[in-house]
């Protein structure tokens, strides 16, 4: 009877296993795209049989690094829910009505397990498409206040995870649960040697990395490139730009690169001092690597209350866009990156702020669920 029942419980894992079905659902951002991609990898290595499909935005920047994973893509229509006049409100709602029965189509064709989504407007005709279906949705919310999109599919969750307690009262009480914020297995994987030769830098110099390469970033790109004539004095830049910056400016100790992929990694390692804007996403990863980071949040938006939770534990030093002048722009920077003290102490202060637990976490939700 013992041996019947043990065959019984390998035969259930198999199936558990052989069966599992995920549908990631994010773009338009990159926030919340390397956010799934880290839970992606927690589930792929546990359930290595697993099979997963993603469905992504028409223009946004995603689709490159999410098949780098080999993760298929495919692209839906969306559209966004603005809450000022927009001549693009006449249209959208089509959008999102083509997208709700291409998610129909994607859904009945896949026959996921669960539908993983970290926020975006891509995101809502999926849930809301996949609720008429009746399959389980796992919303996860990385900003301390949530964006419209996941209070329009937070309903028709079936569990929603939060990276702080402070956004858990936006939510129905009895499907929230915090955990920490996902991160990728690989940013840990990047090496200072490599960095030097593949940026060509100089040794014993200090080095920026600036992160403006996401969506809202172009002030940020602005900002640093009419002060990079005086920053190269005395640091050497590695700059994200998204393609979103254009400049004659030209200098050995200035690398401006569209997009990173696997050099991110040595990037952040060589760095001695970030500066990004405030998702979560990005300050979860430099979080977890105790790096120091001046954060320039994206003025009036989610996240100013990011970059506020953040500097409550004295975790990142925060600029204003809207007051910051370009002559003490690089000043300011200087008298940081040299300040070895302080950077040690941001290190250290920022480290504390996210656990590297976050995608077992969402894991176990799922195996609990399923």
């Known amino acids: 009877m013992l041996k019947i029942c043990y065959f019984i419980d390998i035969f259930a894992n198999l199936t558990f296993t052989f069966s599992m079905k995920i549908i990631l659902s994010g773009g338009g951002t990159m926030g919340s795209v390397s956010t799934l991609i880290a839970v ?10 697993a099979e997963f499909l993603w469905l992504a935005t028409r223009t946004g920047p995603e689709e490159k690094l999410i098949e780098s994973y080999g993760i298929t893509v495919k692209k839906i229509f969306s559209g ?12 959208d709602p089509i959008f999102i009505f083509l997208g709700f029965f291409q998610s129909l189509y994607y859904v009945i064709k896949f026959r996921p397990d669960w539908i993983l989504s970290a ?17 389980k949705i796992l919303i996860h919310q990385q900003d301390v206040i949530p964006g419209l999109a996941n209070k329009l599919m937070s309903p028709f969750a079936t569990k929603i995870s939060v990276v702080f307690s402070e956004s858990a009262v936006s939510f129905p009480k009895n499907k929230i649960v915090v955990v920490g914020n996902p991160v990728r297995s690989e940013i840990f994987l990047g090496h200072q040697e490599s ?6 830098l100089e040794v014993g110099v200090p080095t920026l990395l600036v992160i403006g390469g996401g969506t809202g970033a172009q002030g940020l790109n602005d900002l640093l490139v009419s002060s990079a004539a005086q920053l190269v004095e005395f640091c050497q830049i590695i700059h994200l730009t998204g393609g979103k910056v254009s400049t004659n400016f030209s200098h050995p100790r200035y690398h401006p ?5 696997t050099e991110l990694n040595d990037a952040y390692a060589v760095s001695d001092l970030v500066i990004s804007r405030a ?16 954060v320039i949040p994206l003025p009036d938006s989610q996240q100013e209350a990011n970059a506020e939770e ?3 534990y004295q975790a990142v030093k925060i600029m204003a866009e809207k007051n910051i002048k ?15 003290a302080e950077l040690l102490q941001l290190g250290k202060n920022i480290q504390a702020m996210m656990s590297k637990t976050g995608a077992a976490e969402i894991a176990k939700l799922i195996y609990e669920q399923n």
């Open 310 to 312: 953040f500097l409550k």
């Open 119 to 135: 926020g975006g407007f891509v995101s809502v005709p999926l849930v809301w498409s996949a609720w008429f279906l009746r399959k």
């Open 80 to 91: 966004k829910f603005r809450r000022y006049f927009s001549l693009k409100n006449i249209f």
């Open 195 to 200: 960095a030097l030769k593949f940026f060509k």
């Open 40 to 49: 992606f990898e927690y589930l792929k290595k546990n359930q290595p049989q």
């Open 326 to 340: 370009p002559g003490d722009f690089s000043p300011a920077i200087k008298k940081i990156i040299y300040n070895q």
């Open 279 to 294: 998702g979560l996403s990005t300050l979860s990863e430099l979080s977890v690597l105790g790096k120091p980071v001046i």
């Open 257 to 261: 690169y569209d997009f990173l992929l």
